[in-house]
């Protein structure tokens, strides 16, 4: 699915401060296409994922998603293209401790209406192609760091969305885990035609993908 950004500006207020963290920055992103976000830490990338993936909105400018201008969506259609169209990999991977991996990957499918039996035949499906059928049973504290982080991808998945967007989804790991959670990730977006975009610090990972975009002052520029 595309993805498009047309002059995304976004700023904060610090007291009597304006901070401007993106600044008409424009964007598109082809279906399928596999794109890096590239940074200094700080620089704002997290805060255009969450525009892009409609957990924040822009000061100005606009961002559509498809044929979705998320400007024009009520919150109750914004909570709906999540849970259906985008999935998202974060650095920390705010697995629910108290769950199981598989009732973890089943709650996106619950909270989008799924029955629990076919929550967990979709959920099944997913953590055995991260390699973890295995491990269904197990809680996030009984897991590795690499393993947490697979689940957390099968989650992200098992709505089948068009879209992944996943912010520094490595940067927990030690450099052979994050090395395979890196290859899961391309594996997913060739098997699928995911569109895949991935703010990160490893050039290792941004090099693996179609093309890398440095965030700078504001706006993208080529890595």
């Not at 259609?77 to 974060?90: C, H, K, M, P, Y």
């Not at 991996?101 to 076919?118: H, K, Q, R, T, Y």
């Not at 059928?133 to 099968?154: D, F, I, K, M, N």
């Not at 703010?199 to 700078?216: E, G, I, P, W």
């Amino acid at each position: 699915m595309e993805i498009r950004a047309q002059g995304l500006g976004k700023e904060f207020r610090d007291g009597e401060r304006t901070i401007r963290v993106l600044d008409r920055l424009d964007l598109a992103v082809a279906p399928g296409e596999r794109v890096a976000i590239v940074g200094e830490s700080g620089n704002g990338k997290s805060t255009l994922l969450h525009l892009l993936g409609a957990l924040d909105r822009p000061t100005s400018g606009t961002v559509q998603i498809g044929s979705t201008d998320l400007a024009s969506c009520p919150e109750a259609e914004l909570a709906t293209l999540r849970n259906e169209r985008i999935g998202f990999v974060f650095q920390f991977h705010h697995l629910l401790g108290d769950f199981t991996a598989l009732e973890n990957v089943m709650m996106p499918s619950l909270i989008g209406g799924a029955s629990p039996e076919e929550a967990a035949r979709l959920a099944h499906e997913l953590l055995d192609r991260v390699g973890l059928s295995h491990r269904v049973e197990h809680r996030p504290g009984e897991l590795s760091g690499g393993e947490q982080q697979r689940v957390a991808v099968a989650r992200a998945l098992v709505r089948r969305p068009a879209v992944v967007l996943a912010d520094e989804p490595t940067g927990n790991l030690d450099p052979n885990t994050a090395a395979e959670v890196e290859e899961l990730l391309t594996d997913l977006n060739r098997a699928d035609g995911i569109t895949l975009i991935i703010a990160t610090h490893s050039m290792r990972l941004a090099n693996r993908l179609d093309r890398s975009l440095r965030l700078t002052s504001g706006r993208l520029e080529a890595g």
